[in-house]
């Protein structure tokens, strides 16, 4: 069976957030049944789990003694098993492949930069002055990704890859602020890929354990 590690808590505000999920959708996705290991406060820092994960994160990736950490590297894995989330073709497998290295590298970066000042240094004044900078570079980023998306429902074309999941994944980060809503194909994208009964499963999921250990 296919365990995936998850927090047993977090505050509010990052419920629905935690990377678990976007494993949890790619297993869905996948239609690979799973559980979670649900780690308590301190256990991402003992040594049996930095042997696994070395920065004490989640979420990992175990099955039948295999581990893998860092949810890109792991949606790829699923993907491998499924071609509901990487297609057969080679070069269309590439592209989705290039997609979830540009959520990653090329968009998560920036909206992290922005929400890290959001969240946690709002009232610095270092972050008053870098705040408007910080969220005129994701407003730049992301009206080329819209872009490049220009009509195609989806970021390859016409269908939903793992590219997708993780591009959609990151860009909900930003949920909080009025970003995606005022571009009206992102957000209309964004929607697109969260409507997938596969996501609601996992975010449910995600959301079900917190308040399973509350
Ligand atoms: N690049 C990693 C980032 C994982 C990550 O940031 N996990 C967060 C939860 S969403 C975490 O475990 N934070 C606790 C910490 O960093 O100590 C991935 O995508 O897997």
């Known amino acids: 069976m296919i365990t995936i590690s998850a927090f047993h808590w977090v ?20 239609g690979l049944p799973y559980q979670a290991r649900l ?15 070395p920065f004490g994160q ?5 099955e039948d003694g295999f581990t893998l950490f860092e949810s890109g590297a ?12 990487l297609p057969e ?6 592209r989705a492949t290039q997609w ?6 090329s968009i998560e970066p920036f909206i992290m930069n922005l929400a890290l000042i959001d969240f946690f240094y709002t009232n610095e004044e270092w972050a008053k002055l870098r705040r408007p900078g910080a969220e005129a570079f994701v407003r730049r980023r992301l009206a080329a990704l819209s872009k490049n998306l220009g009509d195609k429902p989806y970021l390859d074309g016409e269908r939903f890859t793992a590219g997708d999941l ?7 980060i930003l949920h909080y602020t009025d970003i995606i809503k005022s571009d009206a194909r992102l957000s209309a994208y964004l929607e697109r890929c969260l409507a997938r009964p596969a996501f609601k499963r996992a ?10 250990a509350a």
């Open 203 to 212: 975010l449910d999921a995600q959301l079900g354990d917190f308040r399973a």
């Open 11 to 30: 505050p509010d505000l990052a419920r629905g957030q935690v990377r678990d999920l976007r494993v949890r959708w790619a297993l869905e996705e996948a």
């Open 100 to 105: 979830v290295v540009a959520a990653l590298n």
């Open 74 to 85: 792991i949606v790829l894995h699923i993907g491998e098993r499924s071609t509901a989330l």
């Open 166 to 172: 993780m591009m959609s994944a990151v860009l909900r």
């Open 58 to 62: 989640v979420p990992i990736f175990e």
């Open 39 to 53: 780690l308590e406060q301190g256990d991402q820092d003992k040594d049996d789990y930095r042997a696994l994960q």
């Open 89 to 94: 073709d080679p070069k269309a497998r590439a």
